[in-house]
């Protein structure tokens, strides 16, 4: 189990990792996360009006493009590697992550779940980038290079914006949340990714 302070981030990693290093079944995590990424994009783009700081409004849409960036050198990754990307469903654990999201209407809480969100995948890249091809491993290295910085943006909001004990319980039981459900969802894709 690969552990990040108190969150459980990837369950079952020799397994995963033994499964991904076959590329084709890599390029279905590619696939599965092409979904993911223009989903996070899709809702998160949906609340901008609702962010009126504006450091993090600009944070908020660097978080967007990028994750459009990355859904499209993953899905292009994923095609040249024998996948359709855009036949990728997700599970119904999938899908509950992105209506958790939804259902956040306050920026704060958002951000704790993009945050908890982030150090999951902030994993998972480490794990893809160990077992990936050349090709592959440069697409995950741009990858992991955002992600670093837009982990950075987020750990500054939130030592300005949660200096009470309330805030800083709040934005670490919402990282749980995502941290958990993201744990969780790994051991279901972990069937689709062998299949």
Do not use: C
């Not at 290093?21 to 899709?42: E, I, N």
């Not at 783009?45 to 990355?70: C, V, Y």
Request: charged share 35%; aromatic share 10%.
């Amino acid at each position: 189990m690969v552990k990040v302070a108190n969150l459980l981030t990837i369950r079952n990693p020799e397994k995963l990792r033994e499964v991904l290093s076959d590329p084709k079944r890599l390029a279905r995590a590619f696939s599965r996360h092409t979904y993911g990424m223009l989903a996070w994009v899709d809702l998160f783009g949906g609340k901008l009006k609702s962010i009126k700081n504006l450091e993090m409004k600009i944070a908020a849409t660097r978080i967007i493009a990028d994750n459009a960036k990355h859904a499209k050198l993953l899905s292009d990754r994923a095609k040249e590697l024998g996948e359709s990307p855009e036949t990728y469903k997700p599970p119904e654990i999938g899908q509950r992550i992105y209506d958790i999201l939804e259902g956040y209407n306050d920026p704060f809480d958002n951000f704790a779940y993009a945050w908890g969100s982030l150090i999951h995948f902030e994993q998972l890249l480490g794990l893809y980038h160990s077992v990936a091809d050349k090709d592959s491993r440069v697409v995950v290295e741009e990858v992991q290079g955002d992600v670093k910085g837009h982990l950075k943006m987020l750990e500054k909001y939130f030592e300005v914006n949660a200096k009470t004990s309330e805030r800083k319980e709040r934005a670490e039981e919402i990282k749980m949340i995502a941290d958990k459900i993201y744990t969780d969802r790994e051991e279901v894709e972990l069937k689709f990714y062998a299949a």
